[in-house]
């Protein structure tokens, strides 16, 4: 179902445009800011299958969504990906979308690169916090470093334009900062810094890894000439150019400075449930309405009565308490 229909809006008036769609709550790696060594993940069975995600995706098209970033977990894991690809990018080239775009670890990425770019893909944003081999695998639990840089190269080589995403980890990224910003840069590349948010318990503590943004983009200031960018890639990132490499770096502050009163976006997990606030646990299960009609009707009515409960802002508070506590859900549930 993709006829148009009233866009869709939140309570708040605020347009829905971008919806993050978690394609697989699973991964290949074990990130120790994302989730536990012995993650349990959501059975098998609650997983929607391809036409699933796809009815859900239409349903959000029909309603206005312009953008759709494909999310997890890792989902390059997920073997049926280029099916629900290519059933976007027929969206795509009806002008009903103007962007799918994928989060990833990059550890998939040179077996995918291509299928992604043949599917209408043209941006991919790499989760990469380190350029230390022995960080990388620490951090990660077991990433090898050379396999995401390697991914990187053939996204690339695809004509992808990437974005590096880097959590602002303690203790990592003040010494990180420079060679990730160097290595972004020189190949054209977008940096974004990310604040540790405290979403499920990883058995490694919130405290110990988080540092404001807003602090280290002052110490940055000191010694990198940033200035002010119009540059948007229809996120909550907000950023500057960086004089000495002419590159752009990004800023994503959930925790020190709060970007909910322009929130243009929901996300729906694999398992077919629509959150309208990553930093809420409620949502709505979409699955009894995406069963009960081919006209779409009964997924689009509770689509919208979900929209106009959809809070103001996340509820993430810096602050010992707060970090120590956070939302039980873990953010490869819904993937960012
Ligand atoms: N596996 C893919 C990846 O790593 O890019 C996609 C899913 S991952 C959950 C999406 C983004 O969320 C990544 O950039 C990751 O670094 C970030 N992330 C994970 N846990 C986080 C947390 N607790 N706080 C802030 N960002 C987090
Ligand atoms: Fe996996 Fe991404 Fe979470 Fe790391 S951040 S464990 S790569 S889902």
Known sequence: ???PLQPLVDGFGRPVTYLRLSVTDRCDLRCTYCMPEQMRFAPGRDRLDVAGLYGIAGAFIAGGVRKIRLTGGEPLVRKDLPALLERLSDNLSRGELDEVTVSSNGSQLSRMARTLARHGVRRVNVSLDTLDPDQYREITRGGV?????????????????????????????????????????????????????PLGDTGVSRIGQ???????????????????????SGGPASYVTVGETGGLLGFITPLSCNFCASCNRVRVGSDGRLFTCMGHEGSVDLRPALAAGADGSALDGLIREALRRKPERHGFEVGKAALAGGIV????????
């Open 1 to 3: 179902m993709t006829s």
């Open 145 to 197: 470093l050379a396999d995401v840089l390697e991914g990187i190269e053939a996204a690339l080589a695809e004509g992808l334009r990437i974005r590096i995403n880097t959590v602002a980890l303690l203790g990592v990224v003040e010494d990180q900062f420079e060679p990730l910003l160097r290595y972004a840069h020189g190949r054209g590349m977008a940096l974004a810094l990310i604040e540790t948010m």
């Open 210 to 232: 988080y540092l404001s943004l807003t602090a280290f983009r002052r110490e940055l200031e000191q010694r990198w000439t940033l200035s002010a960018s119009t540059a948007k």
């Open 329 to 336: 859900r873990h953010m490869s549930v819904l993937g960012g």
